[in-house]
Structure formats: structure tokens, C-alpha cells
T-cell receptor, first 111, second 115 residues
Framework: DAKTTQPNSMESNEEEPVHLPCNHS???????IHWYRQLPSQGPEYVIH???SNVNNRMASLAIAEDRKSSTLILHRATLRDAAVYYC????????????FGQGTTLQVKP | GAVVSQHPSRVICKSGTSVKIECRSL??????MFWYRQFPKQSLMLMAT?????????EQGVEKDKFLINHASLTLSTLTVTSAHPEDSSFYIC???????????FGQGTRLTVV
């Protein structure tokens, strides 16, 4: 699975939008872009995933660049409970659930 | 959503002893389960892939004789850390997937401390 690059950390103010970037310049045509987050002392949880088109769900939005070499996870209104490490992971279409985690972005949310 | 439960959530054991960690999918049958290890302030590192009824596939550098994985049913996988040493102290996390679902479901993790 191709590698992703994320900033080590980001800060946000509560109730403001947060844009978490991810670069994946070596992405292949069949790689899905997945985002997971890990709250302190917990296992990761699924946030969102996409292939080519932008995606929205109750937790977040995923904006995918036209060339698919980068993507952005958007939290529309950050809350204190969104403080976590966010991981951007590429997963091949034939992948059976195996996830290779990078370092992720630690998001701090200030009240 | 699907729920994966790990037990115990915390365990302290003496050096040289073995400890077993359970990973259960509570409301679905998991075709595959995965075991990860996470040291403080580091990312998750995949240890092994576990399929029901077959031997686990270990990642490079992970000792299969030290980290015994048993996947006896579609809802239960166990990780046994044998002859534990302080350097095995870590946060162990399992995940499970089913069918063609693209989402992996994670347990809450097990904090192992070897003294």
C-alpha cells in the first residue's frame, strides 16, 4: 500500500472548521483513501473513506483532489471530543482490512 | 455499528509469565482479525493477520513463537504473549472485518504492563 504524509500536529478552536491534509502522491488507481482517528487510550475508529469523489457522512467530509494525490478531512465544527490522532491510510481494493498506520496528525482543540 | 470487544482492558503480569488477550466481534462474524501493538507516543504497528481456522500471518520482525495467535471461531481471536518481559509492555489492539465491508472495527485496546 502506498505511503501517506500528514502534518504531525494541528490546532483548532472549538466550533470552528478543521481541515486536515494528507498527501499521497504515489496512490494507485485502485487505492481507497481511508481516515481513522484514535482518541487517547482507545482503539482507532473509522471516520470516512473515498475513492475519487468527495464524500460526506455524519462525522466529517472528505475532499479528494482531482489527481487524487492529496485529500483533506474536514471537520465542520470541531468539539473538544474531536481531539485525537487522525490517520490517513491508503487501502488497495483487494485489501482485506489490513491497515498500515503512519504517524498521523495530532489535533488539539482549544476551548 | 459493529462492536469489537477486547478483554482484559488492562493487565499487569510478572516477567516470565504468559498473558492472553481476547478479541471478540460481538454482533458479526469476522472473516479476518488483525493484531496491532502501540508503544507510547507512537503509531500502531501491525503484528499479524488472523483468519478463522488457519495459521496467523505474522509481519516481518514479529516473533510467532512469542506472540501466539489463535482464531478458533469467527467471533474470537486470542493473542498470547509468552514469557513476557518488560519490553513487551505496550498497548495491544485488535481489529476485525467482515464480508466485503471496507471498514475495520477496532477493539478498545489492552494495556499490558510487565513488571
Amino acid at each position: 500500500d502506498a505511503k501517506t504524509t500528514q502534518p504531525n500536529s494541528m490546532e483548532s478552536n472549538e466550533e470552528e472548521p478543521v481541515h486536515l491534509p494528507c498527501n499521497h502522491s504515489t496512490i494507485s488507481g485502485t487505492d481507497y483513501i481511508h481516515w481513522y482517528r484514535q482518541l487517547p487510550s482507545q482503539g482507532p475508529e473509522y471516520v470516512i473513506h473515498g475513492l475519487t469523489s468527495n464524500v460526506n457522512n455524519r462525522m466529517a467530509s472528505l475532499a479528494i483532489a482531482e489527481d487524487r494525490k492529496s485529500s483533506t478531512l474536514i471537520l465542520h465544527r470541531a468539539t473538544l471530543r474531536d481531539a485525537a490522532v487522525y490517520y490517513c491510510i491508503l487501502r488497495g481494493s483487494s485489501n482485506t482490512g489490513k491497515l498500515i498506520f503512519g504517524q498521523g496528525t495530532t489535533l488539539q482543540v482549544k476551548p | 455499528g459493529a462492536v469489537v470487544s477486547q478483554h482484559p482492558s488492562r493487565v499487569i503480569c510478572k516477567s516470565g509469565t504468559s498473558v492472553k488477550i481476547e478479541c471478540r466481534s460481538l454482533d458479526f462474524q469476522a472473516t479476518t482479525m488483525f493484531w496491532y501493538r502501540q508503544f507510547p507516543k507512537q503509531s500502531l504497528m501491525l503484528m499479524a493477520t488472523s483468519n478463522e481456522g488457519s495459521k496467523a500471518t505474522y509481519e516481518q520482525g514479529v516473533e510467532k513463537d512469542k506472540f501466539l495467535i489463535n482464531h478458533a471461531s469467527l467471533t474470537l481471536s486470542t493473542l498470547t504473549v509468552t514469557s513476557a518481559h518488560p519490553e513487551d509492555s505496550s498497548f495491544y489492539i485488535c481489529s476485525a472485518v467482515y464480508g466485503g465491508n471496507t471498514e475495520a472495527f477496532f477493539g478498545q485496546g489492552t494495556r499490558l504492563t510487565v513488571v
